[in-house]
């Protein structure tokens, strides 16, 4: 009777205690048959275990989870009293305490002893109903074929735990044919996101459909070394005699990456194979270039090195690179080892520059400078004065000589080809001229400068120009240029002398506030670079008053525009107000002028 | 009664606002403008308040680099910082 009563109640251990005593309620009627054999223990023990007894004696899967321990040992305990504690009272009495009593937190537990147990219950009577009502009413928009039927208010607090995981599960796997591995998954889901509320149902179980799924993009770290490392060996791959075009493009970016921190190395995208020697502005790169290509390359590198340095200095002198360019693409095709010579008095150039440790940086403003210092000079001094300087300055830079000066001789008869444009070249770049190309140098400046002569007068308004700005520029590292020195900003007017005074005199009246809110010593430039900016600051401060006065449609600055000013600067908030702030820092005067006050006679000054 | 404009002769301003050079800048930069009675001394209150966000962020740029004396590179690095933000 005992395991038939177990038995019989196998589905009530599935549901909560509350299905199950109401379930007994129901058949309270039945069960007297129990009073006879067994009549025992405590009435309040017993309605307690008798219950529980029930549910536990079945072995379900059930994991108490708040009863736990109490249950289970009631249940053991009532597995031996099973029967007698009813003759106490009256069963529908008793269980009616059990039902007042219990408390409703145990629903948790029984969904997963309700999932599991569903598919063997789906044909049984209502009890089951009850019993998978949790699971109905958690799967219903999931599975709306699903046999079982809407539950119990009880699973109803289950509904909304389960949800997102059920959902999850239902999306993951569809609609299945069984619904028991369902119930498990959603069943371990639940038990997973019952212990967090929210649980983001990330796949406990495999992700049928990728698009629920939230995978952080897979980023590959980029290894910079590495793709340089391939940047350089595909160059060298690549460097084979014939393949000028390719290889300087992919040797030169990752040069210029490495070594070029200079602004003004250009990537030399689509540079023509241009071994135009007259290549006056050659940058260290070039010389760089040289070396490298003295160590690794064959002489076949050498244009690609005229390429480099070809094109690293275009940029600062564009127009009279220009048609250098154009001449270089047709010269480089034929003449390979000729191509070198052109860069090398560039080079030698360079290496004459004072930053010739491959000091990116200067080297290209140096090279470019000096060569359009040095063509400006020739084209007026002569063409003589040309070899003299090749010859000081090649005595600079040995590495690039060696290599080039074999194919100075060469070059010399080459260039009589290309002569317009290796001339206006070569009379630019005076220096370059390293040891052994002095000779060939030498040789080739006074043939090719005698015919250039009016060549280059003629090209030396173009150069001229263009010489002066990357001189300009250059001078400030060099001081050997006689060029004039760029003006500094503010001086407009002639006669720095009346202009700067009482201007400086002013600044310093901010300057010495500057020092006394540091409240530290400070050094005498310091003191010069606060004056810069703050003559960056008025100019600033002009403008946006200016904007600001345009803005409102007037041509005179009042204050609204400097509240304005002061509030997009953030010095005035709605925390902090302009009355405040002038209360704060000027002095009482000012602020009798700024601020309206009211005074005796119903009067307001400043009139508002 | 209304206060006067000018402040009387005995009375001797600390830190007076050099209103004269601060027109006259304006002037110079503008000319096509003008600035107000009191716009100056506003402007000149926009310029202490620079002074001051400057000195600040010098000193601390001094005070990271654990120097007792100010130099031209804490300025100069300081003055990008405010010079960004009082661009308005």
Aim: charged residues 25%; proline residues 8%.
């Amino acid at each position: 009777m005992a395991e038939a009563m177990a038995d019989s109640y196998n589905g009530d251990s599935e549901p909560t205690t509350r299905t199950l005593l109401r379930r007994v309620l129901d058949t309270a009627d039945t069960r007297t048959p129990r009073r006879r054999r067994s009549a025992r223990v405590g009435a309040q023990k017993a309605l307690l275990e008798t219950p529980s007894s029930r549910r536990l004696s079945s072995p379900t899967k059930m994991n108490v989870r708040r009863h736990s321990h109490r249950v289970r040992s009631i249940g053991r305990l009532a597995h031996v009293h099973t029967s007698g504690n009813v003759e106490e009272q009256t069963p529908r009495t008793l269980l009616k305490n059990i039902l007042l009593t219990a408390p409703e937190s145990s629903i948790m537990r029984p969904e997963s002893v309700v999932k599991p147990v569903p598919t063997p219950q789906v044909v049984q009577s209502s009890r089951r109903d009850s019993s998978r009502g949790s699971l109905e009413l958690q799967l219903p928009e999931l599975e709306p074929p699903t046999t079982l039927a809407l539950g119990l208010l009880a699973p109803g607090r289950r509904k909304q735990r389960l949800r997102l995981s059920v959902f999850q599960q239902g999306m993951d796997q569809g609609l299945p044919l069984s619904q028991e591995p369902r119930g498990n998954a959603s069943a371990s889901s639940l038990t997973s996101s019952l212990n967090l509320t929210f649980a983001t149902p990330l796949q406990p179980q495999s992700v049928q459909r990728p698009g629920l799924a939230r995978r952080p993009p897979t980023r590959r770290a980029v290894d910079v070394g590495a793709f340089l490392q391939d940047l350089r060996d595909t160059s060298l791959a690549l460097a084979s005699p014939g393949d000028s075009l390719r290889t300087p493009v992919a040797t030169l970016p990752a040069d210029t990456v490495l070594e070029d921190t200079q602004p003004f190395s250009q990537p030399l995208v689509g540079r023509s194979p241009s071994g135009y020697h007259s290549l006056t502005c050659l940058s260290h790169t070039e010389v760089e270039d040289a070396e490298r290509a003295v160590s690794l390359r064959t002489q076949s590198s050498g244009p690609r090195l005229q390429n480099h340095s070809l094109y690293v200095c275009p940029a600062e002198s564009p127009g009279c690179w220009f048609l250098l360019h154009v001449r270089a693409e047709s010269v480089l095709d034929q003449d390979t080892p000729n191509k070198y010579h052109p860069g090398k008095p560039a080079e030698l150039l360079a290496g004459k520059a004072k930053k010739v440790d491959a000091h990116a940086v200067s080297f290209p403003n140096n090279s470019s400078a000096i060569s359009g210092e040095d063509g400006v000079e020739p084209l007026q001094d002569g063409v003589d004065e040309e070899a003299e300087e090749r010859m000081e300055e090649s005595l600079s830079v040995s590495e690039v000589m060696d290599t080039t000066g074999t194919q100075g001789s060469v070059r010399t008869e080459k260039s009589k080809r290309h002569r317009e444009m290796s001339e206006a070249v070569e009379a630019k770049e005076p220096e370059g001229s390293s040891g052994d190309e002095d000779i060939s140098g030498r040789r080739a400046s006074p043939e090719l400068a005698s015919s250039t002569t009016e060549f280059l007068q003629a090209r030396q308004p173009q150069f001229l120009e263009p010489a002066l700005p990357p001189s300009t520029a250059v001078l400030s590292s060099e001081p050997l240029e006689p060029l004039p020195t760029r003006l500094p900003p503010r001086a407009r007017t002639p006669g720095p002398r009346p202009r700067q005074d009482p201007h400086k005199t002013g600044l310093s009246h901010y300057v010495k506030l500057f020092s006394f809110y540091a409240k530290m010593p400070m050094e005498k430039k310091a003191l010069e670079m606060v004056e810069k900016c703050l003559d960056k600051y008025f100019q600033h401060l002009c403008d946006d008053l200016e904007v600001f006065a345009a803005h409102a449609g007037r041509k005179t600055v009042k204050p609204e525009d400097l509240e304005l000013l002061m509030r997009r600067q953030g010095l005035v908030n709605d925390q902090v107000s302009l009355h405040v702030l002038v209360e704060r820092y000027l002095p009482l005067e000012y602020r009798q002028l700024l601020i309206p006050c009211a005074f005796s006679g119903n009067s307001v000054f400043p009139a508002q | 009664m209304a206060f006067s404009t000018t402040v009387s002769q005995r009375k001797h301003i600390k830190r007076k606002a050099p209103r004269g050079f601060l027109k006259r800048v304006f002037k110079r930069q503008k000319p096509h403008l003008r600035l107000e009675t009191s716009g100056d001394l506003l402007v000149h209150l926009n310029c202490l308040l620079f002074v001051h966000r400057l000195a600040e962020e010098t000193r601390m740029n001094a005070f990271e680099n654990k120097c007792g004396v100010i130099k031209k590179e804490h300025v100069q690095a300081a003055a990008k910082v405010i010079l960004k933000k009082s661009r308005g």
